[in-house]
């Protein structure tokens, strides 16, 4: 408050000689007098840029606006392009609009109504609709610290703070896909769930996800599969032309029912037991990598607040240290309709 207070006051200051100074020389209608107030300001702007590039000084003194750093611009440069490249995140229900302090506040529904066929028995039976109200609060991501250097004078060149940011950014955004793809896979194989094992051909693996979709009329409008790297390739040695179908210049984007997504960071699936492992569990000799499809009406995203951590002037680093953190959950609905594709 009392930078802002600071810096006002100088504003309207320079606002005022200029107007004064209009007035010595008998200026008196009112836009020369607006004129007259923004010119002082201009110029003062103009020689803080001239001493900037020369000296390297702040822009404003130091006890001015540049006491702390400007978490706004820094925070939305964080926040530029989170999704890019059409991400298989896009696919899922958006229901950050839902979230309040940083929590998703849902209530699960209670069982669906006994239908009676026939039925000759009267009076018919009441039964009460019992919710069970949820709370599912945002996963925390924090990024380590970096030290920078003059980060005041970073956040004046936008290129600058931009290189700072990015890598704080792509760290985030990794993490947040990996989490979320390993949310929306299976644990184990599941009526509802499919874990289905390649065998001898993927393709047959594709249409046997199909049909286990089919058979639990999944609607085929948002049928999404996110492909591994291998299983991508072992497509395309299996069938060429599928492929391209799916994938060249022009292709269809869609795989049997499917549309097709594909990340370099799916879960893995225990060898022996054919169940996922934990998140982040060191690698196995028997792991088995994973392709993961669901219904995207039964995932969901949301984003909750950003924020930043800085210490300037470090003695021990000698330099500022900055660090993120971001809200975010992405996660099954229900815990239905979501399956897996697992072989090497």
Do not use: C
Not at 66 to 91: A, H, Q, V
Not at 304 to 312: A, C, E, K, N, V
């Amino acid at each position: 408050m009392k930078t802002t207070t600071h810096n006002l006051t100088a504003v309207l200051q320079n606002a005022l000689i200029g107007v004064f100074i209009a007035g010595l020389f008998g200026v008196d209608s009112l836009s020369a007098l607006l004129l007259a107030a923004v010119i002082p300001n201009a110029l003062m702007l103009v020689f803080a840029l001239v001493k900037f590039y020369i000296t390297g000084a702040p822009i404003m003194e130091r006890g001015m606006a540049l006491s702390g750093l400007l978490k706004e611009i820094w925070i939305s440069k964080l926040m530029e392009r989170f999704y890019p490249d059409g991400s298989f995140l896009l696919e899922a229900e958006d229901m950050s609009s839902f979230v309040e302090n940083n929590t998703i506040n849902l209530a699960d529904a209670g069982v669906d109504p006994t239908v009676l066929v026939n039925n000759s028995s009267y009076p018919i039976a009441i039964s009460e609709r019992t919710d069970v109200p949820l709370a599912l609060p945002l996963d925390y991501y924090d990024t380590e610290n970096t030290v920078v250097r003059n980060a005041e004078a970073v956040q004046l060149a936008y290129s600058k703070m931009e290189s700072v940011v990015r890598q704080h950014r792509n760290a985030l955004y990794k993490e947040n896909v990996k989490k979320a793809i390993w949310n929306y896979a299976p644990s184990a194989n599941g009526a509802n769930t499919p874990v289905i094992e390649i065998g001898s051909s993927i393709i047959d693996a594709f249409i046997d996800a199909e049909q286990k979709f089919d058979d639990l009329d999944v609607p085929k409008d948002r049928r999404v599969v996110v492909l591994s790297g291998i299983h991508k390739a072992k497509l395309k040695k299996e069938d060429k032309v599928l492929f391209k179908d799916v994938f060249g210049q022009g292709g269809s984007g869609m795989l049997y029912s499917f549309k097709v997504h594909n990340t370099s960071v799916m879960p893995v699936y225990d060898g022996t037991l054919k169940t996922k492992k934990a998140y982040g569990a060191a690698s196995a000799g028997d792991d088995i990598i994973s392709s993961v499809f669901f219904s995207g009406y039964e995932v969901m995203r949301a984003e909750g607040t950003y924020d930043m951590f800085s210490r300037l002037k470090d003695p021990e680093n000698r330099g500022d240290i900055v660090g993120f953190q971001k809200r975010f959950l992405a996660l099954p609905i229900r815990g239905k309709y979501i399956g897996a594709i697992i072989g090497n």
